[in-house]
Structure formats: C-alpha cells, structure tokens
C-alpha cells in the first residue's frame, strides 16, 4: 500500500524503506530512485545515508538563501511542501523576485541549495528534474556553488557567449535532464 514519506512528503510504494524512496510524483526523479545504478538525470553515485546530513550542512548557506524565498513565497500567500528532500515553494512575493531575476521576463523556477522556487506549481513540475541537477549541484559545490555559478555565467560572456546558457552549470543541468529524457 503507498503512503506519503515522513522524509521526503512523497508518495512511496514501500514506506519501510528509507534509502529509496519510490516518488510517484516528478517521472525524473522517480525513475532515478527506481534504477539504482542506472544512469539517469543525477548520474549512478549515490550518497551514503550516513553522509547525508553532512550534504545538507555543506550546501546549507545557498539552502538559507532559498529559505528566504520560501518565507516570500508563504507570505504573499504562497505554498511550499517537501518533494524527495526538497523544499518546493512556489507563489506569493517569489513571483515578483523571479520575474525580475534574469532579463526578458525573469526565471520560471531556480534552484538554491534544497529549495526549488517556481512561479506556479506548475513550473515547479515542469522544471522539476532540471532544478534537481542544479541541487546536486550545490551539494558537491557547498558554499562555493553561488559564486562558482556566477564566475561561470562572467566566463561564458566574456567568450561571447550567453551567461545563461552558456553557462556550465546550466550545460549540465541541460544535458542531464535531456539525456535522461530519451
């Protein structure tokens, strides 16, 4: 019988499990806990339950600035809720923060340590997988991952490229969830 994970808020097909949890929700990223050591949209690593902690530790100070735009989120009346360790919030003053983030027309989501904001559930369900590889991003990265991302967008312009796109840390997100997808 399913039931929702007391760790993760999602829908788990055997709740008795703590290692793999079986998300019903976001095909991605079930499918990632359903194939272990196949690749999918996070690789074949896995962390260690036992080093987990130590993960969210590392990752915590992007994690603070994601909880911020939670606390925006909730208080213009927003939502949040925990999907397969993360905090998802979509909503509320957030919007407006997301909107003015990048040039011609703002983020649909992002990603800030283990908090995913989005515009719209909607766009936390469409985004879902891509913001997935940006966590894991920040957790091999930790402290280091905001201005890492920042050098990365200032080096793929000054080459005459585009600081989003061109931009390293948005290549991979890109080509994983485009690898994963086929």
């Known amino acids: ?12 097909a055997n709740p ?4 793999a ?28 339950s036992w080093l987990r902690p130590l993960v969210y530790l590392w990752a915590s100070p992007t994690t603070l600035l994601g909880l911020v735009m939670v606390a925006l989120a909730l208080a213009g009346r927003g939502r949040a809720r925990r999907v397969a360790g993360v905090i998802e919030a979509h909503g509320g003053a957030a919007v407006a923060v997301l909107e003015r983030l990048m040039p011609g ?23 879902r997988a891509h913001e997935r590889v940006h966590v894991r991003q920040a957790e091999r990265w930790g402290p280091l991952f905001l201005p890492a991302y920042a050098v990365a ?7 005459g490229g585009d600081p989003y796109r061109d931009n390293r840390f948005e290549r991979e997100a890109v080509e994983r969830t485009t690898a994963a997808a086929e």
């Open 1 to 12: 019988m399913a039931r929702a994970s007391p760790w993760t808020g999602a829908i788990v």
């Open 16 to 19: 008795s499990t703590r290692s």
């Open 21 to 48: 949890p079986r998300a019903v929700e976001g095909a991605a990223i079930a499918a990632e806990y359903r194939t272990p050591g196949k690749p999918g949209i996070l690789g074949t690593m896995r962390t260690p």
């Open 105 to 127: 027309g703002g983020a649909d989501a992002i990603a800030l340590g283990h908090v995913v904001v989005g515009r719209s559930a909607a766009s936390l369900e469409r985004h």
């Open 153 to 159: 967008g200032l080096v793929a312009w000054l080459r």
